[in-house]
C-alpha cells in the first residue's frame, strides 16, 4: 500500500514539473505575507506548541525535529535540536515554506495532505534528492467538524527511520485535535455565557446569584445601578453587607420553599433604598440546593409616597376576617381572580369591606410592588374629577399648579386605580374613562401630548349599577366595560356567625390601641348584637365597639340617654341590640390580653409566624410578650 501511494505521489510530481537535481526553488512567504498566515492559523499554533513541545522532548537530542504546517503545506512552526535545525534552514525548511507536493513532490507533509491519512516518507522515497537524508513521518490535523486544517511531521535523519515514529505523531496529532476539540466548546462556553450576560443586563430588575454562605457570585447592570457599585466591587461581598435583615430573610427561605417575596431596604455608599425582593433557589444534579437567584426592584418613590399617606399597611387577603360559608367562597374567588389584568367591580353596602378586598387584589397579583392608587369618585366636586383623574398641565385653568400634575392614572401606572363609589361619576367623565379603558393613553387638560398608561381598573359601588343604566344616570358600556370580573360582598347580617369573630377581634385592637381595658360582653348581650341588622355593617360594627372600649359603662348610659338602647331591645325592627353592663366581672387588661395571646396559640397550633400575623405583632414583640406573660410555647 505505502509503495503504491509513493508511486502516485511520484507520478503527481513529475506532472507538477519538479525535477529530481539537487538544488530546486521552493515557495517561501515573507514579511506580511507570512504575518496574514500566521495570524490566520494563531489557534492552530498556540494549541499545538505545548504538544509539539511535549513531543519534542521524547526526541530531544536524537536528531529530530518538529514542524507543524497549514492545510497548504506552508511551514508554521519549526522546532528541534539546534544543529538539525540549522541543516534544515540550509535547505529552506523555515516558516513561511511550502512543503506540499506541488512545490517539492512526494514528502511526507504534501503527502499526508494529498492522501488525507498519516505517512512515513524515508531517505530515497522523497522525491527531490536533497531530501533523501531524512526520514519524516506526518499526519494530517482535523478540526471539530473533520476538515483538514494542517499537518504535523516529524523529521530526522534517514539512518534514524522507525515505525513507531509514525505512532507518536498521529497520537500528538490526536491530542491537538482533542485540545481544538476542547477550545470549541470552551468558546461555544463563553459565547453562551456572553449571550446570557448581555440578555441579562438588558432586564429592567436586579439580578444577582448568591452563594450558599451568601456572597455575590455574579451581578447584572441594573442590579450594580440600584445598589450602587461595579460588578468588581460587588462581586464576592457578603449580601449582609447592604440587604438590611438578611439573615432573617435567609432563613425564612430555609428548607423546601421554592420561592420567597419580600420587601427590605439596600444600604450602600450611604444610600437607603426601599426595594421589592424575590429569592429563589439554585440546585446542582443531586438537587442540593448550591445557591440563590435574587431578582429586586427598587420600589417607586410614588408607591412610597402614597403608602406614607395612607396611614395604615395594605391589606392581604390573609388579614381578612371570616369563617362565614358564602363569605369564604367569595375570598376563595378573589384569589382566583388576583393576579388577572381584567377590570374587578366589587359591589356591596358601605362597610363591607370593599377597599380591604381592593387591596388585597393589587397585593396578590404581579403589580403588588407598583402604585396602588385609591380615588372616591362621590368625594372630588364634578368640575375637579378630570383634573384629578388626567392631571393637568401649567396654565391649564386659573390655579394650576406650576409645571402642571400628574393624575390618578399616571401615578399608578403599571399599578392599580381604585375607583371607589364609580356609580357617582358624573356622566362626561363615564365617556372619558370608557375611551381611557379602550385606548390606554390619557391627554391631560391643556395638554396635546399622548400619555400610555399600563393601568388595572378596579372599581366599586353600593349601588345598583344596572339599575342605574336603566335609569340613564349609568353609561352602558362602561357598565358591561367595568363589570369583567364581577365581585359581591356580603353583607355583614347575612354573616352572623362573624359577628362574634369580629368583636373579639375589634375588642382586643381597639384596646390596645387606646390603652384601655377589654371586658366581657354577656351572652345576652352578644345574642342580641349577632341578631342587629347592622345597616353600617363592619364599620358601623367596628365604631360600636370601639365606642364600648372607650367609655365602658358610661356609652351604654349615653346610648340609653340617646334612643339607641329601644333600637336595640327591638331587633325584629332592625334595630341595634341594646348594651347593658355585663353582671360578669371587668377583668384587667393584662389578663384579657395574656388569655387572648394564649387562645390564639392554641388556634393556630403554636405556630409563631401565624400568631404574630394574626394579632397583628412582630415576632419579637410576641416572643416579649410570651416571655413576659410566662405563656409555653
Not at 429563589?280 to 410614588?302: H, K, L
Request: one cysteine or more; proline letters at 4%; hydrophobic letters at 35%.
Amino acid at each position: 500500500m505505502k509503495k503504491e501511494i509513493i508511486s502516485q505521489s511520484h507520478d503527481r510530481s513529475k506532472a507538477f514539473g519538479i525535477y529530481t537535481e539537487q538544488t530546486f526553488s521552493s515557495k517561501i512567504l515573507k514579511n506580511e505575507d507570512l504575518e496574514k498566515v500566521l495570524q490566520e492559523n494563531k489557534q492552530l499554533i498556540a494549541l499545538s506548541e505545548p504538544i509539539i513541545n511535549n513531543l519534542y522532548n521524547f526526541v530531544k537530542g536524537s536528531g529530530f525535529f518538529g514542524i507543524l504546517t497549514d492545510v497548504q503545506g506552508c511551514i508554521l512552526n519549526i522546532m528541534g535540536d539546534e544543529n538539525v535545525l540549522e541543516v534544515a534552514f540550509n535547505l529552506d525548511m523555515v516558516p513561511g515554506a511550502y512543503m506540499s507536493e506541488e512545490h517539492i513532490g512526494t514528502n511526507a507533509m504534501g503527502t499526508a495532505l494529498w492522501e488525507k491519512k498519516p505517512v512515513q516518507i524515508s531517505g530515497e522515497e522523497h522525491f527531490v534528492e536533497v531530501y533523501h537524508r531524512w526520514t519524516c513521518s506526518a499526519a494530517p490535523i482535523n478540526d471539530p467538524k473533520g476538515n483538514i486544517i494542517g499537518t504535523l511531521n516529524l523529521t530526522g535523519f534517514s539512518s534514524l527511520v522507525h515505525s513507531h515514529t509514525l505512532g507518536m505523531v498521529v497520537a500528538a496529532v490526536q491530542s491537538i485535535e482533542l485540545a481544538l476539540k476542547h477550545q470549541q466548546v470552551k468558546d461555544k462556553l463563553l459565547w453562551s455565557r456572553q449571550y446570557a450576560g448581555t440578555i441579562i443586563d438588558s432586564i429592567p430588575k436586579g439580578i444577582l446569584t448568591i452563594s450558599p454562605r451568601g456572597y455575590i457570585k455574579s451581578i447584572n447592570r441594573k442590579g450594580q445601578n440600584i445598589i450602587g457599585g461595579t460588578r468588581e466591587e460587588l462581586i464576592g461581598l457578603s449580601a449582609e453587607e447592604f440587604f438590611v435583615d438578611w439573615s432573617k430573610i435567609r432563613t425564612a427561605f430555609s428548607g423546601q420553599q421554592y420561592r420567597l417575596k419580600s420587601r427590605t431596604y439596600i444600604q450602600h455608599h450611604h444610600q437607603n433604598k426601599e426595594i421589592s425582593l424575590e429569592l429563589y433557589p439554585i440546585f446542582d444534579a443531586q438537587e442540593n440546593r448550591t445557591g440563590m437567584i435574587c431578582i429586586f426592584t427598587e420600589v417607586p418613590r410614588v408607591t412610597q409616597m402614597e403608602s406614607s399617606k395612607s396611614n395604615h399597611k395594605m391589606y392581604t387577603f390573609d388579614k381578612i376576617i371570616g369563617r362565614n360559608k358564602k363569605f369564604l367562597n367569595t375570598l376563595e374567588y378573589a384569589k382566583q381572580i388576583a393576579n388577572s389584568p381584567s377590570t374587578v367591580l366589587i359591589s356591596g353596602e358601605s362597610g363591607t369591606g370593599k377597599e380591604v378586598f381592593a387591596q388585597s387584589l393589587h397585593r396578590a397579583s404581579d403589580r403588588q410592588d407598583e402604585p396602588f392608587i385609591p380615588l372616591n369618585c362621590g368625594a372630588i366636586p364634578k368640575d375637579l374629577i378630570e383634573a384629578e383623574l388626567f392631571g393637568y398641565e401649567e396654565g391649564a385653568f386659573t390655579g394650576a399648579r406650576k409645571g402642571g400634575n400628574k393624575g390618578k392614572f399616571e401615578l399608578a401606572h403599571r399599578g392599580t386605580l381604585f375607583l371607589d363609589e364609580i356609580g357617582e361619576m358624573p356622566l362626561f367623565m363615564q365617556t372619558n374613562l370608557l375611551r381611557v379603558l379602550e385606548d390606554r393613553e390619557i391627554y391631560r387638560i391643556g395638554g396635546g401630548k399622548k400619555i400610555p398608561v399600563d393601568v388595572r381598573i378596579i372599581a366599586a359601588t353600593n349601588k345598583d349599577l344596572k339599575a342605574e343604566v336603566e335609569k340613564g344616570k349609568f353609561r352602558k358600556d362602561l357598565f358591561y366595560r367595568i363589570n369583567v370580573l364581577p365581585l359581591s360582598l356580603t353583607p355583614l347580617r347575612e354573616r352572623k356567625d362573624d359577628i362574634p369573630l369580629f368583636i373579639d377581634y375589634f375588642m382586643t385592637t381597639k384596646a390596645l390601641k387606646l390603652g384601655k381595658e377589654t371586658f366581657t360582653l354577656s351572652r345576652e348581650k352578644l345574642e342580641e348584637m349577632i341578631h342587629y341588622h347592622w345597616p353600617g355593617n363592619i364599620r358601623e360594627l367596628e365604631n360600636m365597639v370601639e365606642q364600648l372600649v372607650n367609655s365602658q359603662s358610661t356609652a351604654l348610659e349615653y346610648a340609653r340617654q340617646n334612643g339607641m338602647i329601644q333600637e336595640l331591645n327591638n331587633p325584629t325592627e332592625a334595630s341595634p341590640a341594646a348594651f347593658t353592663p355585663s353582671s360578669e366581672p371587668v377583668k384587667p387588661l393584662n389578663t384579657v390580653e395574656k388569655e387572648h395571646i394564649a387562645k390564639a396559640l392554641e388556634h393556630y397550633d403554636h405556630n409563631i409566624t401565624a400568631v404574630a400575623k394574626a394579632l397583628g405583632l412582630g415576632r419579637n414583640t410576641l416572643y416579649r410578650k410570651l416571655e413576659k406573660y410566662k405563656i409555653s410555647h
